[in-house]
């Protein structure tokens, strides 16, 4: 049977962040309900008939996932077991807020198979989860000491550039981050995009770009002496614990996501839910599947470029339309690494990936 990648995007959060432009709604009780309700039926519509994959990998985000009850859980994985391996997907990864962390509540994931954290840490700076309207560094270091003792590989999401912080307040975040030895970091820059409020508009006015850039190198660099692979562009492992989940999206593999907002790749057809937790409520049975929106016609070559050089594989270099001249100039800008097989991104090179894939894959000049 074929292995399937599923994402679950989960809506709910108790209050907004400053920077964030996903979609969310406020949690509420009845409202959870009611979506796990329709996650269980989509699951039903949209899954492929049971002898013909099995799950390999399992990401739950949204959102908030954490602030599920353990009934949603148990109803979420009552539901997914006809398309479960025997001994549960190689990974299966749940994003937690520090503040919904308990001993009870991790154990409790465990004991459904959750077997990777993704700990929304970001900052362990006073002024830096004030600004973010994040919680307090305390709540960031006991929710740390109770995933680190559950789970062997566990995943800490840092934020670049927050205003009002200080580079070295960045370095004492990644420092004492280090100090648990974490199997995995996601290191993203704050940059705006997607459908912002005015508030996240206004948050973002203040972030400067050139320092998320100086910040990235500097974690690049402490990173890399620090035993950790620069696998992608925002992500940084222990040999061995890269996330399988995320090398699916990466490599070009089938992806099914399921709830509002969610996005899919299966069969070379993506497809994405509507951005609507009313819309996505509306819905029962096969008209999850009618309901989503698709596209077919995107620039697949500059598209598979793009993921390719995400990562520190890299792409063929066959692959690349440019002349000769242009892949050298690049070459000694320090941009990319040409070993005469394959282009890789250095992490200057990651800085510009956008301009660099888009250059790289424009036809040769006559």
Request: aromatic share 8%.
């Amino acid at each position: 049977m074929k292995p399937l990648s599923l994402y679950i995007h989960v809506p709910f959060c108790t209050r907004r962040c400053s920077y964030c432009s996903f979609y969310h709604v406020d949690t509420a009780r009845d409202r959870e309900v009611r979506f796990i309700d329709t996650l269980v039926d989509e699951i039903g519509a949209a899954m492929p008939p049971r002898d013909q994959v099995l799950l390999h990998t399992i990401f739950v985000g949204g959102g908030t996932p954490t602030v599920l009850g353990n009934d949603s859980w148990e109803r979420i994985l009552s539901a997914l077991a006809p398309w479960m391996p025997a001994r549960g997907p190689a990974e299966f990864t749940v994003e937690m807020n520090p503040e919904d962390v308990t001993r009870e509540m991790v154990s409790f994931l465990r004991g459904l198979g959750v077997n990777r954290a993704s700990l929304g840490i970001q900052s362990m700076h006073e002024v830096g989860q004030k600004v973010l309207k994040r919680c307090a560094p305390e709540t960031n270091a006991h929710a740390i000491e109770i995933v680190m003792r559950e789970f062997d590989n566990v995943s800490f999401d840092v934020l670049l550039g927050v205003p009002k912080t200080t580079p070295e307040d960045l370095a004492s975040t990644l420092a004492t981050l280090l100090e648990h030895g974490p199997r995995h970091f996601s290191v993203y820059g704050l940059e705006a995009g997607g459908d912002m409020s005015h508030e996240v508009e206004r948050f973002f006015a203040a972030v400067d770009p050139d320092r998320v850039a100086d910040e990235y190198l500097k974690v690049c660099g402490e990173l890399a002496g620090a035993g950790y692979r620069h696998y992608e562009v925002s992500n940084f492992a222990e040999p061995g614990f890269e996330s399988l989940h995320n090398r699916v999206y990466w490599d070009g593999g089938d992806y099914l996501g399921l709830g509002p907002a969610a996005h899919s790749f299966v069969g070379g057809q993506r497809f994405w839910n509507e951005p609507s937790l009313d819309s996505y409520l509306s819905r029962r049975g096969g008209e999850h599947v009618q309901a989503r929106g698709a596209d077919v016609h995107g620039d697949q070559v500059i598209e598979r470029l793009m993921l390719a050089l995400r990562t520190d594989r890299g792409a063929p270099r066959d692959w690349l339309t440019r002349d000769a001249s242009v892949i050298e100039s690049f070459r000694r800008e320090g941009l990319i690494v040409d070993d005469g097989g394959r282009i890789r991104a250095t992490d200057q090179g990651y800085l510009v990936l956008n301009d660099l894939v888009l250059r790289l894959g424009e036809e040769k000049s006559c």
